[in-house]
């Protein structure tokens, strides 16, 4: 079962506007949470986490938010470029649990 | 450069034919893991390995072997490969508590495989 859920298999937004990427949980040991941004003939790369101790967690064009109470997160990117067209994947761990879950994906393209 | 990387990148082979995909890192890593990385399911760990000689499976480990005798490397075996695991795969590493500083993995570029 799918512990870890992205709906939209796919975003496309303008150049310069918002892309905000959404991912689902359902396991509420989960508590702490990872952005991967893949592009293709590569893998994954860290993105952004966030500790569930947090609702938001910003590293420049990047914000993550995480609402606990819905068990749901999502990527804010601001403003998109270009170069962010890329598949997102979103992953959730558990304490020391050696098992990260990774969501389906969410293939972004930006247009100039 | 700090880096997972694994062998061969782009492989087509034939029902049970045994093949090996080899992954090696250069960071010390204590843990590395495998996924399979199948469209609409995401990435699914097939084994992982906390330290040398410690190996576990993950969430799809049927079909799959692997072994972990020196730190820096974290073979995939599959002894006779069948169409379903025609897949792209990817080795990853880490350090190995996994605090919430340490859970960040480090990915290879992935081997692309195609079972016959």
């Known amino acids: 079962d799918q512990q870890v859920k992205q709906n939209s298999p796919s975003l496309s937004v303008q150049e310069g506007r918002i892309s905000i990427l959404n991912c689902d949980y359902t396991?509420?040991?989960?508590?702490?949470f990872l952005w991967y941004k893949k592009y293709p003939a590569e893998g994954p790369t860290f993105l952004i986490s966030?500790?569930?101790?947090?609702d938001k967690n910003e590293d420049g064009r990047f914000t993550v938010f995480l609402n606990k109470s819905a068990k749901h997160l999502s990527l804010h990117i601001v403003p998109s470029q270009p170069g962010d067209s890329a598949v997102y994947f979103c992953?959730?761990?558990?304490?020391?649990?050696?098992?990260?879950?990774f969501g389906a994906g969410t293939r972004l393209t930006v247009k100039p | 450069e700090a880096q997972v990387t694994q062998n061969p990148r782009y492989l087509i082979t034939v029902t049970g034919k045994k093949l090996t995909v080899t992954c090696s890192q250069n960071?010390?890593?204590?843990?590395m893991s495998w996924y399979r990385q199948d469209p609409g399911l995401g990435l699914r760990q097939i084994y992982y390995?906390?330290?040398?000689?410690?190996?576990d499976k993950g969430d799809v480990p049927e079909g799959y072997k692997v072994s972990r005798k020196e730190k820096r490397n974290f073979p995939l075996i599959l002894e006779s490969p069948s169409p379903n695991q025609t897949s792209l795969y990817f080795c990853?590493?880490?350090?190995?508590?996994?605090?919430?500083?340490?859970?960040?993995?480090?990915f290879g570029a992935g081997s692309r495989l195609t079972v016959l």
């Open positions: 990853a590493s880490r350090r190995g508590t996994a605090s919430s500083g340490a859970n960040v993995l480090t």
């Open positions: 396991n509420s040991m989960f508590d702490y």
């Open positions: 966030i500790s569930s101790i947090k």
């Open positions: 992953a959730a761990s558990a304490g020391n649990n050696n098992d990260m879950r």
């Open positions: 960071m010390n890593h204590e843990y």
């Open positions: 390995s906390m330290n040398v000689e410690v190996t």
